[in-house]
């Protein structure tokens, strides 16, 4: 009986190991009669990949799917682009991206947010390099699309900015697209809110341009036998219809080209005779563009504060007692920075101009600032003084001996009024509606003393050019620790010409000039 059983279960065994052979040997057959997969065309950018504003199908992404499709090439394309996505964000996305599509191509259309946020452009490379790397090593090609920013972030950070994505396609001997937006930021029509293309636009024939590959790109032409069995095909087609024509708008024919255009809805509410655009190289520094406001407007009144008005006379004389105290009584030399932490009151713009002749870097503190907040602007900007308004003295004296001041100034709303304003606002205030907080400055002196002072010191006049810094401005600190960005002495172009710097900040957020 036993042996019955044996039997049984070994022919069952043969049984079910023939079934399974067959059924191995029909699924490899089929696997082998079905058409091998296509090949897939990642795209990793930001708004203007993902189509911000506009339908699916008008973006250019969808569109080159489209032609692709129309010249026989079976690659399927993936949009993995977000809105407002930066090369730090799309770096960390990668890796899912790559393990879910496993991309015969890469094309990597990312740096546009980095550079309007003004983070370094080392930063920025290394992203690049990270996503590069990534690519490469999961065996796809990239794609390198190149993208400018304003000319107002200065003419060092945007040369380099650009500079990158060549430097990148000539290390890695990448293909590439010079700028996304060649055709289409010349075409205002094409445009929405001066950033991000309108429509998808239709093909349009441009002068002198092709349906070739372009040959101001960096990297070398890719061979037919190294890709996809055409490869030479599918790369000249997507770098064409990147850079001529897929770009979510075309030039139209006979387009003028005006540059990169930005809706200026302001200029509707310029009064007559005011001009439009502005010769940055006119002054050498904020300061002289104040300077001569003040030599043609002296005797007119500048700010008026609580009812009491200040011409540009008075700001004159104030400013310069204020810069001599710095510059001969408190020591500061050029490039020094002194912390402002005031509200709209008469000092400030006293103070600003003060600065500026003793050629001193301004950082400006929030009065709303926390002690820890505070603490870390001033020890990040290396503030050596600071004028405060004493209703905020308090916040100051709580971390005071962990900074490196050398010299505190602390002022009251109603210091420059005039008498008696001055001495009753003050008074109100401090005992009155019990404004100001106890606080110990030991080492500090009042703003009053320090004009009293300066108005006996000789001011050494200090040379200032385009890029001495005027300002480290620092942002709210709503994602994290706040960050500074260096703002340069270029007049008309405050506050925009500004670059980022480096500063004892998390090194994901670490910037440099």
Not at 133 to 146: D, E, F, K, N, P
Not at 295 to 324: E, K, Q, S, W
Request: glycine share 10%.
């Amino acid at each position: 009986m036993s042996f019955i059983k044996t039997s049984f279960s070994l022919a069952a065994i043969r049984v079910l190991c023939l079934v399974l052979l067959a059924c191995g040997i029909t699924a490899a057959a089929r696997a082998a009669d079905a058409p091998a997969a296509a090949p897939t065309i990642l795209v990793l950018g930001d708004s203007l990949s993902a189509g911000y504003g506009i339908r699916v199908e008008q973006g250019w992404v969808a569109l080159l799917q489209s032609r692709l499709r129309a010249k026989g090439y079976g690659h399927r394309v993936v949009n993995a682009s977000s809105s407002g996505e930066t090369t730090g964000g799309a770096l960390a996305r990668l890796p899912r991206a790559l393990a879910t599509h496993r991309p015969a191509i890469v094309i990597v259309e990312l740096g546009g947010n980095d550079g309007l946020r003004g983070l370094p452009v080392a930063d920025i490379r290394r992203n690049f390099e990270a996503i590069i790397r990534s690519s490469q090593q999961a065996g796809a090609t990239i794609l390198l699309v190149g993208m400018k920013i304003p000319p107002n972030y200065g003419p060092t950070y945007t040369r380099d900015f650009y500079g990158l994505y060549g430097d990148l396609a000539q290390q890695y001997k990448l293909p590439s697209v010079p700028f996304l937006l060649a055709n289409v930021a010349r075409d205002e029509s094409a445009l929405s809110g001066g950033r991000h293309p309108s429509h998808g636009g239709r093909p349009a024939p441009v002068a002198g341009r092709g349906l070739a590959a372009p040959a101001a790109a960096a990297g070398p032409e890719v061979e037919p036998a190294d890709f996809c069995g055409s490869p030479a095909g599918v790369f000249g087609l997507l770098r064409c219809y990147i850079d001529w024509m897929t770009l979510t708008a075309a030039t139209t024919a006979g387009a003028t080209t005006r540059g990169p255009v930005l809706e200026k809805i302001w200029l509707q509410h310029y009064p007559a005779g005011v001009p439009a655009e502005i010769n940055p190289s006119e002054y050498r520094s904020l300061r002289e563009l104040i300077e001569q406001a003040i030599a043609a407007h002296r005797d007119r009144p500048c700010f008026t504060c609580m009812g009491h008005t200040l011409t540009y006379g008075d700001i004159d004389v104030l400013a310069n007692r204020f810069a001599a105290y710095l510059q001969q009584v408190a020591r500061l030399r050029k490039g020094d920075r002194i912390a402002l932490m005031l509200p709209n009151v008469l000092q400030y713009p006293v103070a600003i101009l003060g600065a500026f002749r003793a050629g001193l870097t301004i950082v400006n503190a929030n009065p709303l600032y926390t002690p820890r907040e505070l603490q870390h602007q001033l020890h990040d900007s290396g503030a050596r003084a600071i004028l405060i308004l004493e209703n905020f003295a308090h916040t100051l004296a709580e971390v005071k001996g962990d900074l490196h001041l050398d010299t505190v100034i602390v002022t009251g709303v109603g210091d420059l009024l005039g008498f008696p304003k001055s001495m009753l606002v003050n008074f109100a205030l401090r005992h009155v509606k019990k404004q100001v907080p106890e606080y110990s400055l030991p080492d500090a002196v009042s703003l009053t003393e320090a004009l009293s002072k300066g108005r006996y010191e000789n001011l050494e006049r200090v040379e200032l050019g385009h890029e001495d810094i005027a300002f480290l401005q620092y942002t709210g600190g709503t994602t994290g620790v706040s960050k500074g960005a260096r703002c340069s002495r270029t007049a008309t172009s405050l506050p925009t010409s500004c670059s980022p710097r480096r500063g004892s900040v998390p090194s994901s957020t670490r910037t440099s000039r």
